[in-house]
C-alpha cells in the first residue's frame, strides 16, 4: 500500500527496527521489577514486524511455529516444578554472578514471558496475514484487483 | 490387564493411521492386532471363568465422576463377541477393499476406534463411563457410515444415524441420572429397584436409548440406511455389536426396573411391533443387504421383547441368542460383502446360480441362515427353543401375547431367511463371478461353523451364557441349552414355524418370479420423513441465525449498547456525586479535555484514516490519565496496544474506501440516541461503582507477597507470571485459539461447506 512507495518511511523503519528490537528485549527481562513484561515486549515486537510488513520489509511469517514454540514453552515451565515435587508453576528464583552484568537475579517466570512473547507475536502476525497486509505491499496482481481497485493509492502516512 | 489392552488399542489407532499412509491393507493388519488380543484375553477369561475385577480411575471426586470398568460374566462375553469379531472383519475388510483403495488410514482408525468405544461400552460399569462409550459409539459410527463421504444419500444415512443415536444418548443419560440418583450410587451394579413417577419417568428415557440405538421402532429408520456403509461395517456395527448395546443397556438396569409396569408394557410394546414389523421390512426388499438389515431389526425386536418379559428364563433366552445372533449374522454380512464385491450385484433380482460358482461362500450362507431360521442342528435352533420355551413360560395375558409374537416373529424369520438363500444362491439369472478371495471367504467360514461347533459343545456354552445370565437375574441359573427336547409344545412350535416359514417364502418366490423384471425397490418407509424433520430443524436454526447474526457491524454495536444502557437502569436509584472531586492533579483535567475532544473531532471526521487516528490520540491520552495516576505498567501496554491498533486499521483500511460512506438521516440519529445512552451508561455506572468501594485494597498484601515469593518488584508482572500464572496460561491459549481462528476465516473455503452439500 502507501508506504512501498515512501523511500522515507521505509529507511525510518528500517533504521528503527533493531532499536525497537532492543527496547523489546529490555522490556522482556526488565519486566519482573520495573514496567515492561513478556505482553509489553511482545507488542513491540509486533509493532516492529507490523511496520516492516506494510512497508514490504522481510519479517518473520511463521505464525503458527511461534504460537506452537511459546505455548510449548509456557508448558514446559509450567509443569516443570511436577518433576521435582512442586507445585504446577511453582516459581524457582536463580541468583548468579555474571560478568559485566553483576548479580542478576532470574525465575522461570522468565521462560513464562518469554513464552507469552511468542504467542503475542505469532498473534500479531496472524491478525496481519489475515488482514491481507502482506500483499498490499506488493504490486497489484491481477487476480486481486477487484479487491485492490478501491484501494487509496494516494493516502500517504 | 484391561489398561493395557486398552493401551493397545489406542496405539493402535495411531499405528494404523501411519499405516494408511502406505496403503488400506497395511493399515487393516495393522488395527487387526488389538482387538485380537483382546478377544483372546476374553476368550480365555470367559472359558476360565476368571474371578470378576474393577478397573477404577477416579476423575473428580466430589461430582463422583469415576471412569470404571468390570470384567464380570457378561462383560467378558460380550467383549469376547466384539474384539473376536472384530479381528475377523478387519481381516475380512483386507479381502473387501482392494490393495489400491485409498482412504486406509481413515477406515482403518475410525473402524479400530470404534472398536475400542464398544469395548469401553460392554466393560462400563459406571453412568458416566457408560454415556461417554455409549456416545463415542454414535460419532465412530457416523464416521464409519459416511465412510464414502462424497455421495450425498450417504451423507444422509450417516446424519440421519448419527442424530437418531446420538440424541438417544441424551436420554439414557437422563434416564441413569435419575436412576443413580434414586439409588444414591453412580455404579451400574449397585443400582437399586426404582419406582414411583421418576421410576417410571427413568425406565421411559431408558427405553428411548435402547429403541435408539438397538432400532426399535420408530427409530429403526437409521439401520437400513445405514447399509450406506462398506460391508465390514455393516457386518460389525449394524449386526454384532453397536446395535447390541441397546440390549445390553436393557439388560444391565432391567433388574432395576422390575416393579415399573411401564418398563414392560413400553418394552414389550416397543419389541413386539419391531419384530414384525422388521420382518415384513425384509421380506418386501430386494437389496441383500436391506434384507439383512431388516432382519436384525426384526431380531433387535425379539431381543427386547424377551428382556422386557423379565423372567429368569427369558434372560437366559435373550442372553444365548445374542451369542447365536452375533454368529449367524456377521456371516451373513460377510458372505453379502463377499457377494457384492465378486459379482457386483446385491439385487436380489439379479443374482443367481452362485452356489455353482461361490460353493464356499453358498456353504457358510445356508448354515448361518438355517441357523438363523432356527432349524437344527445349529445354535439358532436350540436359542429359539430356549425363545418359545420363555415365552410358553409366563402367564395369562403375558404368556398368549408373547408366544403368539414369537411365533409369528419366528414364521416371519424363517420366510424371509429361505427367500434370501434361494434368490441369492439357488437357481436364477447367471451370474459372472470373479476369483476368490480367501481373506473373505475364511471369516465368514470361520463364524458358520462356530454355529455347529456351538451346537455341538452345547455344554459349555449354555454354561457361559447360564453365568452371564445369572449376573442379570438369580433365576436364570437353572436353565440350560437343550440339544433333543424331545416331543414338547417349543418342539411342535418350532416345527409348525419351519413349516409355516417355508411355505410362506415358497409362495413369496413364485409370486416374485413372474414379477421378477418389473418389480421396483420399496420407498425407505420412514427415513426420508426422519431426514425432512433434520432439514426442517436445520431451516429454522438457519432463520434464526441469520435473525440474531445480523452481519452488520453498525447494528451489533447498537445492540450492545443499548443492552449496557438498559443494565444500568438499576444503578439510578441510589445515585450521589458527593464523593466525586473535579480531579486528582491538574494534568489529569488537560488530558480529559484532550480526550472529549479528540473523541467529538472522531464522530466527525469523515475520512476513514483520519477517525482511525483520533482513536488512537483518544487512546494515548488514556494512557496519560494512567501515568498521572501512577501506573506506568498499564500506561505502556496501552501505548503499545494503541499503536498495533492504529497500524491495523491502517493494514485494513487500505481494502476500503477512503471517505464513510454518506449516511442517511434517520440512521444518523439512531447513531446518535445509541451513543448518548451508552456513554451516559458508562458515566452512570462508573459514578455508582466508585460511591460505595467494598473490601480494602489488595495492593498492601499483593506487594509483600511479589516480593516474598515471585521475587520481583512489578506487582502486576508477578502477579500474571507467578500468583496467577495458570490464569495467564489460559489467557495465552485463548490468543493461540483466536489465531487460529483468523487463519481460518481469512483463508477462503476452496469449495462450499459441508453444511450446504448436506442440506
Known sequence: MIATRSPIARLGIRAASPLAIMTGVYLLFAGHNQPGGGFSAGLVFGAVIALRTVTGLQTPRHANTLISIGIIIICTTAAAPLLVGNELLDQQIISTELPLLGKVKTGSALPFDVGVTAVVVGLIIALLHGLGAANLAKPAQPASRHTSSTTDAGAEV | ?759
Open chain 2, 1 to 759: 490387564m484391561l489398561w493395557i489392552l486398552f493401551s493397545v488399542h489406542g496405539a493402535g489407532i495411531g499405528a494404523a493411521v501411519a499405516a494408511g499412509q502406505r496403503s488400506m491393507h497395511a493399515a487393516l493388519r495393522t488395527a487387526a492386532i488389538a482387538p485380537a488380543a483382546t478377544g483372546v484375553w476374553a476368550i480365555w477369561s470367559v472359558f476360565t471363568n476368571a474371578e470378576p475385577r474393577v478397573y477404577e480411575i477416579t476423575w473428580v471426586e466430589a461430582l463422583d465422576l469415576v471412569i470404571r470398568f468390570r470384567t464380570d460374566s457378561l462383560a467378558l462375553l460380550m467383549t469376547a463377541i466384539v474384539s473376536g469379531i472384530g479381528a475377523l472383519v478387519f481381516v475380512y475388510a483386507t479381502g473387501y477393499f482392494s490393495p489400491g483403495a485409498t482412504g486406509g488410514s481413515r477406515f482403518a482408525a475410525s473402524l479400530l476406534a470404534f472398536s475400542t468405544s464398544m469395548l469401553g461400552l460392554v466393560l462400563a460399569d459406571s453412568v458416566w463411563t457408560l454415556f461417554i462409550f455409549w456416545e463415542l459409539t454414535s460419532v465412530t459410527s457416523f464416521l464409519l457410515v459416511g465412510f464414502n463421504n462424497t455421495k450425498v444419500e450417504v451423507q444422509n444415512a450417516a446424519r440421519r444415524a448419527l442424530m437418531i443415536t446420538g440424541g438417544g444418548g441424551l436420554a439414557l443419560l437422563a434416564g441413569l441420572l435419575l436412576l443413580g440418583r434414586s439409588s444414591g450410587t453412580t455404579i451400574l451394579t449397585d443400582l437399586q429397584p426404582a419406582e414411583g413417577t421418576a421410576g417410571i419417568l427413568a425406565a421411559l428415557l431408558i427405553l428411548t436409548a435402547v429403541a435408539t440405538k438397538s432400532a426399535q421402532v420408530p427409530f429403526h429408520v437409521w439401520l437400513p440406511g445405514a447399509m450406506a456403509a462398506p460391508t465390514p461395517v455393516s457386518a460389525y456395527l449394524h449386526s454384532a455389536t453397536m446395535v447390541k448395546a441397546g440390549v445390553l443397556l436393557m439388560a444391565v438396569t432391567g433388574s432395576a426396573f422390575a416393579d415399573v409396569d411401564a418398563w414392560k408394557i413400553v418394552g414389550l410394546a416397543l419389541g413386539i411391533s419391531t419384530m414384525l414389523w422388521g420382518g415384513i421390512g425384509a421380506l418386501r426388499h430386494v437389496d441383500a443387504k436391506l434384507i439383512l438389515a431388516w432382519g436384525t431389526v426384526s431380531q433387535l425386536g425379539l431381543l427386547v421383547t424377551l428382556l422386557a418379559l423379565g423372567s429368569g428364563k427369558a434372560i437366559f433366552a435373550a442372553m444365548s441368542m445374542l451369542v447365536a445372533h452375533a454368529l449367524f449374522k456377521a456371516t451373513l454380512f460377510l458372505v453379502v460383502g463377499e457377494v457384492d464385491i465378486r459379482t457386483g450385484a446385491r439385487d436380489i433380482r439379479e443374482l443367481g446360480n452362485l452356489y455353482k460358482t461361490m460353493p464356499f461362500a453358498t456353504g457358510a450362507a445356508v448354515l448361518a441362515g438355517l441357523s438363523m431360521a432356527g432349524a437344527p442342528p445349529l445354535l439358532g435352533f436350540t436359542t429359539k427353543e430356549a425363545a418359545i420355551e420363555a415365552a410358553l413360560g409366563m402367564e395369562g395375558i403375558e404368556q398368549v401375547v408373547s408366544v403368539v409374537a414369537v411365533t409369528l416373529g419366528a414364521v416371519i424369520t424363517v420366510a424371509y431367511t429361505t427367500r434370501f438363500l434361494w434368490c441369492v444362491f439357488g437357481p436364477g439369472p447367471h451370474t459372472l463371478v470373479t476369483e476368490r478371495r480367501l481373506a473373505m471367504t475364511i471369516p465368514a467360514s470361520f463364524l458358520a461353523l462356530a454355529g455347529i461347533a456351538g451346537f455341538i459343545a452345547l455344554g459349555p456354552v449354555t454354561t457361559i451364557v447360564r453365568r452371564a445370565a445369572t449376573e442379570l437375574n438369580e433365576k436364570s441359573n437353572v436353565y440350560e441349552l437343550i440339544r433333543w427336547p424331545g416331543i414338547t409344545t417349543a418342539f411342535l412350535i418350532s416345527m409348525g414355524v419351519l413349516v409355516a416359514g417355508g411355505a410362506m417364502a415358497v409362495l413369496l418366490i413364485t409370486r416374485s418370479q413372474s414379477a421378477r423384471t418389473n418389480a421396483t425397490a420399496p420407498s425407505p418407509l420412514g427415513a426420508n420423513n426422519a431426514d425432512q424433520a433434520l432439514d426442517g430443524i436445520l431451516a429454522v436454526s438457519r432463520r434464526v441465525t441469520s435473525f440474531v447474526q445480523h452481519g452488520s457491524l453498525p447494528v451489533y454495536v447498537a445492540v450492545m449498547a443499548l443492552t449496557a444502557s438498559v443494565a444500568t437502569i438499576p444503578f439510578f436509584t441510589d445515585l450521589t456525586i458527593d464523593h466525586l472531586t473535579w480531579w486528582d492533579h491538574p494534568l489529569q483535567m488537560v488530558f480529559a479535555l484532550a480526550i472529549a475532544a479528540t473523541a467529538l473531532v472522531g464522530a466527525f471526521v469523515n475520512s476513514r484514516l483520519g477517525a482511525a487516528l483520533t482513536l488512537g490520540a483518544v487512546g494515548i491520552a488514556v494512557c496519560g490519565i494512567f501515568v498521572s495516576y501512577g501506573a506506568p505498567d498499564l500506561a505502556l501496554t496501552q501505548l503499545l496496544i494503541e499503536t498495533i491498533v492504529v497500524v491495523g486499521f491502517v493494514t485494513g483500511l487500505g481494502h476500503l474506501n477512503r471517505e464513510f460512506p454518506k449516511v442517511v438521516n434517520t440512521w444518523r440519529s439512531v447513531r446518535l440516541v445509541v451513543s448518548g445512552l451508552g456513554g451516559c451508561a458508562v458515566v452512570v455506572a462508573l459514578i455508582s461503582a466508585t460511591a460505595s468501594p467494598s473490601g480494602t485494597a489488595p495492593l498492601e498484601v499483593l506487594a509483600g507477597q511479589a516480593v516474598e515469593t515471585g521475587g520481583g518488584n512489578n506487582v502486576v508482572n508477578v502477579v500474571l507470571t507467578d500468583m496467577r500464572a495458570l490464569d495467564t496460561l489460559g489467557e495465552v491459549v485463548v490468543l493461540a485459539v483466536v489465531a487460529l481462528g483468523i487463519a481460518a476465516l481469512a483463508t477462503q473455503p476452496e469449495q462450499a461447506p459441508d453444511e450446504e452439500v448436506m442440506a
